[in-house]
């Protein structure tokens, strides 16, 4: 059974570091600014102020998404854990900083195996109480690779679209084994396949609020 998406006006993306959103989601940020043009992203990263992946990652996110706000932390790469507090505290003060509420949040999921990426899952829950949480997957060495519960099918274009803009803006990572276009397109087409979609990026879902028809 599908559902549509619709009337969505802000979108909140968020990444433990500088490549994970457009990793993790970037062909979906792609299908949501193809079907919502005027629609408002605002990033967020806890690590990579102040070096060099702060620029391919500002690059970048313009490129999936002309227009986007993006905040970008200085917390300390893979060591985020023993910072919680200082993570805690930033996270807050940019969901307190939006101008409008969030439709959707999108961010690592909860059982990812990198110790950045799950508390930053663990941390949304706590800051965006009432929006969808929908969590995102990335290829890496650790096999963990979750049960995706949402699936998000996107077209030819859009999965190569991602693949070339990651290539493009991201020359610092393409040295690592699952930095490429087999990797990228792989995944989505297992995704697809599985969702009766020739490509799609699959997501971890934990509460799904649906209302049937309209509500006062």
Same mark, same amino acid.
């Given at each position: ?19 994970? $959103?457009? $990793? ?5 940020? %792609? ?50 854990? &023993?910072?919680?507090?200082? &993570?805690?505290?930033? =996270? ?5 900083? =939006? ?21 930053? &899952?663990?941390? =949304? ?13 990335? %290829? ?11 699936? $998000? ?5 859009? &999965? ?5 803009? =990651? ?50």
């Amino acid at each position: 059974m599908s559902l549509e998406l619709s009337g969505l006006r802000h979108v909140v993306v968020a990444g433990a570091h500088c490549d994970d $959103i457009a $990793i993790g989601c970037g062909a979906t940020l %792609l299908a949501i600014r193809e079907a919502f043009p005027q629609v408002t992203v605002s990033a967020f990263v806890l690590t990579g102020a102040g070096t060099p992946r702060e620029a391919e990652e500002r690059a970048a996110l313009e490129a999936f998404c002309p227009g986007v706000s993006v905040t970008i932390e200085d917390l300390p790469d893979a060591r985020t854990p &023993a910072h919680w507090s200082a &993570a805690k505290q930033t =996270l807050g003060m940019f969901a307190r900083s =939006l101008t409008a509420a969030a439709d959707l949040v999108i961010g690592p999921h909860a059982t990812d195996a990198h110790q950045d990426h799950r508390l930053l &899952a663990e941390l =949304l829950v706590t800051e965006f109480r009432t929006q969808p949480i929908w969590g995102y997957e990335i %290829l890496k060495y650790e096999s963990d690779l979750p049960h995706v519960t949402t699936y $998000i099918p996107v077209s030819d274009a859009q &999965a190569r679209a991602k693949s070339a803009l =990651l290539h493009q803006h991201y020359p610092s990572q393409t040295g690592h084994a699952w930095f490429d276009e087999e990797a990228f397109l792989g995944l989505m087409r297992v995704r697809g396949a599985q969702c009766n979609a020739r490509y799609a990026e699959g997501f971890v879902v934990a509460k799904s609020v649906i209302e049937i028809g309209e509500h006062s």
